[in-house]
């Protein structure tokens, strides 16, 4: 009599958890362009990264502008959350729509920043997941 192989075991996947703020003001919304040697290198990104544990993620986005940006920003409220596959992981974006408190945007660990008009979004090359961000800011503010 043969046996069957047992099914194959899930392997649990890593997933790295990020905080992501749309910094407005008014149309415009505050934009990086991401380091040649990052993941992703060049291409443009709404500032953010991984969020710290126990940290929530509107203090996540808080600290990322601040370190990234040199800037103060307010969390007004959160637009979204997509989860992607990339590669042996899934990043987890969480998206909060924020203002900018004080301070001049500096590329800190970025290539460079700028305040684009939301029409203006489809010109900038940024990650596939953010194709759904954008389009829902275009319908939201455009």
Known sequence: MQTQPPPPRKTRVPVIACGVAIIRDGR???IAQRCEGDSFGSFWEFPGGK???GESFESCVVREAAEELGIEIAVESKLTEIRRRHKERVIWLNFYLCRHVSGEPRPLECQQVRWVDVAE???YLFPPANEI???ELQQ???
């Open 121 to 123: 979004l489809g010109d």
């Open 133 to 135: 961000v954008i389009r």
């Open 28 to 30: 415009r919304v505050l």
């Open 51 to 53: 969020r710290d544990a």
């Open 140 to 142: 939201r503010y455009g």
